[in-house]
């Protein structure tokens, strides 16, 4: 048990040392990064849905607050996310026999400039798009809430990713 005990201290004292900070998120992020900020990602897509800008910011910055220990800013952070949605889109996907759609897709894309001060490296500008398919027998304003939610969602978890989770 004196072993264990000497080995603990020894890779406790050898990792205090490392560069990098790692959450249970996977996130792993320079101790020297100690805010971010998110700027309100306007809607520039053909078709403008009221709120999805909203949403979207929203959704990022409480991602970042709940898996990071950064603190969030209205200014401008150590870490900082900005872009823009471009495309907000409904378009058949598979036809069926009798020649109409049997399933759209709905997809969602953002472009995304992504900023940290203290390592350029892990800086990027990007876009990051998203579907979902749905029954062409279903008007988009049915299924529009939901699907927008859960793609946002899967958006929110690439953007993270791609900033934060350096695999």
């Known amino acids: 048990s004196r072993f264990f005990l ?3 201290m020894i890779v406790a004292v050898v990792s205090d040392g490392c560069k990098v900070a790692y959450s249970f998120s996977g996130a792993s992020i320079s101790p020297e990064v100690k805010t971010f900020s998110v700027q309100y990602f306007q809607n520039r897509a053909p078709l403008v849905q009221p709120g999805l800008s909203q ?3 929203d959704a990022l910055i409480d991602k970042c607050k709940a898996q990071t220990n950064l603190k969030y800013i209205t200014g401008i952070g150590d870490a900082s996310f900005e872009g823009e949605i471009t495309d907000y889109s409904t378009r058949p996907q598979t036809v069926a026999a009798d020649a109409q759609a049997a399933t759209n897709r709905f997809t969602i894309t953002v472009k995304v400039k992504f900023v940290n001060v203290t390592d350029p490296e892990l800086c990027f500008d990007q876009s990051f798009s998203r579907y979902a398919d749905y029954d062409s027998s279903l008007d988009l304003s049915q299924v529009e809430a939901e699907l927008s939610t859960s ?5 929110v978890e690439d953007i993270f990713n791609r900033a934060f989770v350096n695999w």
């Open 151 to 155: 793609i946002i969602e899967m958006i």
């Open 6 to 8: 000497f080995l603990f």
């Open 55 to 57: 949403n979207l910011t």
